[in-house]
T-cell receptor, first 115, second 112 residues
């Protein structure tokens, strides 16, 4: 199983809503990532979790709140988003943190629209 | 600040080899070169990576110059399904595990 599964695939939310994105992998990977991708732009790193602990936060606004309840699961909680937060949100995982030559496996993303 | 430079777009005829160049003149000794691609509206897909030596797998070949300042990704027999944005990424001692920083990439269009 070399799959990273993201749900939902599409999400429409209002600026006052609270929603969550979910990411799951069963490859035994101990590093997980959230990326944000605007249309026609490259993915941008948001957060990195290593062994279920947040290791990198790329100055992301607090309206995005990541959570890693266990080694297989990664959530991104959304609250009071702005229309400019509309984007494709990508989750990825890799075998181990802080190892050279690690490959990242990406999910197919959640397309988020904020109205 | 971009660590890699790639042409914004390239065309290649179906069945021919696609050669995608990447300049990474500021690469340091412990940094790997990674290639990923992203087909429209999908997540990026790992292709290949290398440190110093040339590498080959079932998808592609990676040729790294001796001074490591540039590399070329070779898709030996391009098909229409290879149309995608190809990202060349240089990543440090943490490898991909620190999170990869994507540049603008090359949009490769395979022509029938």
């Amino acid at each position: 199983d070399t799959e990273v599964t993201q749900t939902p695939k599409h999400l429409v939310m209002g600026m006052t809503n609270k929603k969550s994105l979910k990411c799951e992998q069963h490859m035994g990977h101990r590093a997980m990532y959230w990326y944000k991708q605007k249309a026609k732009k490259p993915p941008e790193l948001m957060f990195v979790y290593s062994y279920e602990k947040l290791s990198i936060n790329e100055s992301v606004p607090s309206r995005f709140s990541p959570e890693c309840p266990n080694s297989s699961l990664l959530n991104l909680h959304l609250h009071a988003l702005q229309p400019e937060d509309s984007a494709l949100y990508l989750c990825a995982s890799s075998r181990a943190p802080a190892q050279g030559g690690e490959k990242l496996f990406f999910g197919s993303g959640t397309q988020l629209s904020v109205l | 600040d971009a660590k890699t430079t790639q042409p914004p777009s390239m065309d290649c005829a179906e069945g021919r080899a696609a050669n995608l160049p990447c300049n990474h003149s500021t690469i340091s000794g412990n940094e790997y070169v990674y290639w990923y691609r992203q087909i429209h509206s999908q997540g990026p897909q790992y292709i290949i990576h290398g440190l110093k030596n040339n590498e080959t797998n079932e998808m592609a070949s990676l040729i790294i110059t001796e001074d490591r300042k540039s590399s070329t990704l070779i898709l030996p027999h391009a098909t229409l399904r290879d149309t995608a944005v190809y990202y060349c990424i240089v990543s440090g001692s943490g490898g991909g595990a620190d999170g990869l920083t994507f540049g603008k990439g090359t949009h490769l269009i395979i022509q029938p």
